[in-house]
């Protein structure tokens, strides 16, 4: 049951949203699935420590060398490398498979950030009657005569760059292709971030979203726009015995996905780095617990997530860093 919730919902998300172009709230659904699997055990809250690839989704102004470190904040006691990232996820108990593949490229004064992204729902079963000329009966039931699926892919480039010693800046383009039964959408949107580090342990971050007030046109005119949000928050880091605690908050303003009412989110993360190495990450997304574990090597890292969902069932997320 819950499974068929899921395809429902997500089906209204995109196979309707042609025919609401002027007052959809379901528009920019598929692209608030978040980035990486440290996020979402973090509860997403993660506007203010995205300084590794998924910076391109996150903040773009993340992407400046000399704040990335896995350890920490401020300056990375290593040089800066380049980095992929891989993500796979199950959201809602399997129902939607998000796919990620992020490039981050450290740059003299600043970097660059290029991905790709599938948010999409699989083999959505359309049925019909075994005679379609006669009425539906014990010998004429409903059949499965095609399958079908809807699916988002985001291609996205950033760039982040000093401004000063303590001030980030960074803003990012992402091309939208959306493929429904009834047709296929394009178009781009433009992301700014903002990242502001007063002191080695404590930062805050910044992201205007669809600044342009990003638009997805089909076929014969029809198009639909996503309106501009802001992503807010802030991260604060302590040693405690044995490693490094972080605690981190954000907030979604006008963040107009699935109701009319809903106009701001809450996301709080947690978590707990054990000699550099392992970590353990719990979290608060609009009203969903989460959970997450982690393992960081020099040139390697993996991570895995988990969000609880008591309509839509459980996500799961992995995903995994090489340094180079």
Same mark, same amino acid.
């Given at each position: 049951m819950k499974r068929f919730a899921t395809l429902a919902l997500y089906s209204i998300c995109t196979l309707t949203s042609p025919t609401l172009a002027q007052t959809s709230h379901y528009t920019g659904d598929p692209l608030l699935l978040g980035a990486g699997a440290r996020a979402l055990g973090m509860g997403s809250a993660y506007v203010a420590l995205s300084f590794d690839a998924t910076a391109i989704y996150w903040n773009p102004a993340g992407l400046v060398p000399e704040v990335y470190s896995r350890t920490g904040f401020g300056k990375s006691?290593?040089?800066? !490398?380049?980095?992929? &990232? #891989?993500? &796979?996820a199950e959201q809602f108990g399997g129902s939607v498979n998000h796919d990620i593949f992020a $490039?981050?490229?450290?740059l003299r004064k600043g970097g660059i950030g290029l991905g790709i992204v599938r948010a999409g729902v699989d083999g959505i079963a359309l049925t019909g009657l075994e005679d379609p000329d006669r009425p539906i009966g014990p010998d004429n039931r409903p059949v499965i005569i095609d399958k079908i699926g809807t699916a988002d892919y985001v291609f996205r480039i950033a760039y982040g760059r000093h401004i000063t010693? !303590?001030?980030r800046l960074g803003a990012g383009i992402k091309m939208i292709r959306r493929d429904l039964s009834?047709? #296929?959408?394009?178009? =781009?949107g433009l992301d700014i971030g903002l990242l502001y580090i007063p002191t080695? %342990? =404590?930062? #805050?971050? @910044?992201a205007i979203r669809d600044l342009t007030k990003t638009r997805i046109a089909f076929p014969d005119g029809i198009a639909d726009r996503i309106s501009p949000s802001l992503l807010i928050g802030s991260a604060l880091q302590r040693r405690v015995p044995g490693g490094d605690m972080t605690v981190g908050f954000s907030t979604h303003l006008n963040d107009k !996905?699935? %109701?009319?009412?809903?106009t701001r989110s809450i996301q709080l993360g947690t978590e707990y780095r054990l000699q550099h190495r392992l @970590? =353990?990450? $719990?979290g608060y997304k609009d009203g969903h617990f989460t959970a997450g574990t982690g393992l960081q090597l020099s040139r =390697?890292?993996?991570d895995l997530a988990f969000m609880e969902h008591d309509q839509l069932d459980n996500t799961y997320r992995i995903s995994a860093s090489l340094f180079f």
């Open positions: 006691s290593s040089p800066p !490398k380049r980095e992929i &990232h #891989i993500q &796979h $490039l981050r490229l450290p010693d !303590k001030l009834v047709g #296929i959408g394009s178009g =781009f080695s %342990t =404590f930062r #805050i971050g @910044a !996905k699935s %109701t009319r009412e809903k @970590a =353990f990450r $719990l =390697f890292g993996v």
